[in-house]
């Protein structure tokens, strides 16, 4: 088992000029002086990866079978797609080999979560010191006690080189087949059972995220800890909340909140202490970011600093010759992205710990434009939106991806979430219920039609409403019952304009509106037959689905 990483290690040990956890501000000195970014007039690092990687890459992302722990994974998934201990073996191969090659290479040695009872040690190697800031951006310091976590002694080694390519002939038969016949040459690997990752040919730096968010979701839920695609915040009354929701949905934005903490906006663990924060930073989308609306994210990573001690980086984003950014243009991408240290931001939980969230809120961004902008789930309700998922699948958050899409995503992260569904849901349900867990369903997408017919729900609105969901307000409101949707609906809310708490109002062809939510309503009956439909759900549950 430890023969991969030895060799890493190895090359590590053996390199001319191996840069291993250096100081950040090394990191950044070396970044720029190899051209892999260029500073911005503000200090912060922009960079630009090749078209093919602006998003991730699912369908180049695999995950090695045996016979020992293939009854851990849900092959039945299309997310989950195997290799052979074999091929993986040879991409390991290739990896260090061009890391060998190279004149300089990049290591840190982090952690992935806030708790130390089970955070992971994470041993990066990269061809390229961006990927280092980066790690230091959105990986964890080793903590004093890492000795007590129980992957103390397992760790996970990756990786890392964006910019070279597999040759296909070597992976033909073994790789995605691309249409021109030959194999895929980039890949995202992991390897759960020996701690082992990765990528060649993704410059997306997401890629790196999303691998190690994948490897707690498997190993997490075997210690009996409930992984989570979630942002968590915590008032000053001591209580904390969780907001589940796919890319685009608004997790990052919404829990950005100046009157309270921030643990992480994006991967936790809720184990039977609380909830920690897996990152150390954040991975915002800027594409039209508006400041005003936006404003602890927007100076996180646009403050003014020496680039030496800036280091937040931003993706694929329009830059002018003065070296100022402009947000609104999205011609390269629409997934441009800003990572940044958590304590960048104003107001943050330093310790990124907290106890058992009081409300969870899903997040959804509903571009047909018929979900209610808020509504109130009963367990069952929130059971059958945690199996569905459903949100609107936003442009370039995939590859490919140019128009949103209805996409169906149990438990707001398919993509990320290698074990079987009833291993994740019967954690959820049995946390929920113990700890009296109140949750709420929040449309961040479109009202008074369509994508390309309406808007986009206000900002402040939505704020208000998440607002009223935290504090109380909505214990006390009258609500309605939606029988298409089967959500329950409040007649008020503080700060809202009452008429677009009920879609149908918002939209001027009351007859369009009915058509396009029982065309939805159908979509989510469809999705639960063809992912549920044999696996003896509860049918109280199954009740709660629009559509049946």
Same mark, same amino acid.
């Given at each position: 088992?430890? *023969? ?6 190895? &090359? ?24 892999? %970014? #260029? ?15 602006? =998003? ?50 990049? +290591?840190?040695?982090? &952690? ?29 310091? +080793? ?6 976590? #129980? ?47 990765? $990528?060649?040919?993704?410059?997306? !730096? ?9 490897? !707690? ?5 075997? *210690?009996? #800890?409930?992984?989570?695609? %979630? ?47 897996? *990152?150390?930073? %954040?991975?915002?989308?800027? #594409? ?100 569905? =998922? ?39 349900? *049995?946390? !929920? ?5 109140? &949750? ?16 986009? $729900? ?86 709660? %689905?629009?559509?049946?």
């Amino acid at each position: 088992m430890k *023969e991969l990483q030895s060799k890493l290690q190895d &090359v590590i040990k053996s390199h001319q000029q191996a840069f291993v956890n250096v100081k950040r501000s090394e990191f950044i000195r070396e970044a720029v002086a190899n051209k892999e %970014c #260029i500073v911005s007039a503000n200090g912060a690092l922009a960079t630009w990866t090749p078209s093919e990687s602006t =998003g991730r890459s699912p369908k180049d992302t695999v995950v090695v079978k045996r016979a020992a722990s293939e009854g851990n994974i849900d092959w039945t998934s299309p997310n989950n797609l195997p290799i052979t201990e074999e091929t993986f073996d040879m991409l390991f191969q290739d990896g260090l080999d061009y890391l060998a090659s190279k004149k300089k290479i990049y +290591v840190t040695d982090r &952690v992935i979560g806030a708790d130390s009872s089970y955070a992971l040690p994470v041993k990066v190697a990269s061809t390229h010191a961006l990927a280092q800031v980066f790690a230091d951006n959105m990986f964890r310091p +080793v903590p004093a006690d890492i000795a007590s976590s #129980i992957y103390a002694e397992k760790g996970f080694y990756l990786v890392h080189v964006p910019y070279e390519k597999l040759n296909p002939e070597r992976y033909n038969g073994r790789l995605r087949q691309m249409p021109n016949g030959k194999a895929s040459d980039l890949v995202v690997a992991m390897d759960f059972d020996r701690g082992l990752g990765v $990528i060649i040919g993704s410059a997306y !730096m997401g890629s790196m995220k999303k691998m190690l968010f994948t490897v !707690m979701n498997y190993l997490l839920p075997l *210690e009996g #800890i409930l992984p989570l695609h %979630c942002s968590a915040n915590e008032g000053s009354d001591g209580k904390s909340a969780l907001l589940l929701g796919l890319s685009g949905t608004g997790k990052t934005t919404l829990s950005a909140d100046p009157t309270r903490a921030l643990l992480g906006d994006d991967e936790h663990g809720w184990s039977e202490e609380g909830i920690a924060n897996f *990152e150390n930073g %954040c991975y915002a989308k800027m #594409i039209d970011i508006n400041p005003k609306k936006e404003p602890d994210i927007f100076e996180a990573v646009m403050h003014n600093d020496d680039y030496l001690n800036h280091g937040s980086i931003i993706e694929n984003a329009m830059i002018y010759p003065n070296g100022e950014f402009d947000y609104y243009d999205d011609r390269y991408t629409p997934n441009s992205r800003a990572s940044y240290p958590l304590s960048y931001l104003k107001n943050i939980k330093v310790s990124s710990v907290a106890g058992h969230p009081t409300t969870i809120l899903f997040l959804t961004a509903d571009a047909t434009g018929v979900l209610p902008p808020v509504s109130k789930l009963s367990p069952n309700q929130a059971m059958l939106w945690f199996l569905m =998922g459903y949100t609107s699948k936003l442009a370039g958050t995939e590859t490919g991806v140019k128009e949103p899409q209805a996409t169906f995503s149990r438990f707001f992260g398919q993509p990320f979430m290698p074990s079987k569904p009833e291993v994740y849901a019967k954690m959820l349900g *049995e946390k !929920m219920e113990k700890h009296n867990v109140s &949750v709420y369903l929040i449309n961040t997408g479109w009202s008074g039609g369509a994508y390309g017919v309406g808007s986009r $729900i206000d900002l402040p609105f939505t704020r208000a409403m998440v607002n009223a969901a935290l504090n109380g307000d909505l214990n006390h409101v009258e609500y309605v019952k939606d029988e298409l949707f089967h959500v329950n609906v409040p007649t008020s809310v503080p700060g809202v304009p009452t008429e677009i708490l009920n879609p149908s109002n918002t939209w001027k062809d009351k007859a369009e509106y009915t058509a396009a939510a029982k065309k939805l309503a159908k979509q989510f009956s469809d999705s639960f037959d063809k992912s549920y439909g044999s696996q003896g759900i509860d049918p109280i549950i199954i009740k709660e %689905c629009p559509g049946k």
